[in-house]
């Protein structure tokens, strides 16, 4: 199943409400699946994406068995869908299901992320001070500077359209080398990359999934992954002679980082982030 919501999370969720809203009644005649029932979790691992749902520990108290006995019911309806299904699940005791996304879908997702619809929040909370966003306007400006850079380099050729829902930064590479298909996994595997990767799943987890998100916390805990990873992971010179497809990724990470800051700063203020400080 092709990722198609912009936050895992959800899109997890929705994955399993889809499965098992026609189910429930086979179990419970006349009864719909309870609203609410279907919530997971982000499990805090840096190198994985694993979610938690615990709704077998839910429902069991309905049908007088096991939490452990309807987890493997729901295990065994998923695998029969697996199709369509974008993560890998197993049962983990007293009765929970866990969640992992791969590596390829993960690919997807950022090569995706641009393309969702950004959340709109019916009452955001606007910032009253611009001093609280200059770490935000920093890293979102630095993050303009490398690719432009990269640009300059001959490493990708950038859209030169402002920030839009839909909007899209590379006209080359139009698909991003996210997955080395010989290894069979994504090609950012240092664990600066993967705690960046994690901070934007964090924060898109968050702004669809929270009403009332503080986006500037969120905002300055994405620019501090930011400035580790502009600080340990090398994208030009060596690093593009002998492994462009390297430096593309990490360009690419770089601009969905800015795609996010962006978001992030126009939901606070009016006035478009200045391209240089």
């Given amino acids: 199943m092709t990722i198609t919501y912009f936050s895992l999370q959800r899109q997890l969720q929705q994955s399993l409400e889809t499965l098992l809203t026609p189910w429930y009644p086979l179990k419970v005649p006349g009864c719909e699946l309870p609203r609410y029932t279907v919530s997971v979790f982000r499990l805090p691992h840096l190198h994985s994406l694993t979610y938690r749902c615990a709704i077998a520990v839910k429902l069991a108290p309905q049908f007088s068995v096991s939490p452990v006995t309807l987890a493997e019911e729901i295990l065994n309806l998923i695998e029969r869908q697996v199709s369509s299904f974008s993560f890998t699940v197993k049962l983990v005791a007293p009765g929970w299901l866990q969640f992992e996304l791969s590596d390829r879908t993960l690919a997807d997702w950022l090569q995706n ?39 300059q380099e001959g490493i990708i050729q950038l859209n030169n359209g402002l920030f839009e829902p839909n909007f899209q930064s590379f006209t080359h590479p139009q698909i991003i080398p996210w997955y080395d298909l010989e290894r069979e996994q994504l090609r950012l595997s240092d664990p600066v990359e993967r705690s960046l990767i994690s901070q934007l799943v964090t924060t898109t987890d968050r702004l669809v999934n929270e009403s009332s998100v503080d986006e500037i916390k969120l905002a300055n805990h994405l620019s501090e992954s930011f400035l580790k990873f502009d600080s340990y992971c090398r994208i030009f010179g060596e690093t593009a002679l002998v492994n462009p497809e390297l430096s593309q990724v990490r360009l690419g990470l770089v601009a969905l980082t800015q795609y996010i800051l962006k978001g992030l700063w126009l939901s606070q203020i009016e006035r478009p982030p200045r391209p240089q400080l």
Wanted: some cysteine; glycine content about 6%.
């Fill in 113 to 151: 992320l641009p393309t969702f619809p950004w959340p709109v929040k019916n009452n955001p909370l606007m910032s009253v001070n611009d001093n609280n966003l200059f770490p935000l306007e920093y890293s979102q400006t630095r993050c303009g500077a490398l690719l432009r850079l990269g640009e």
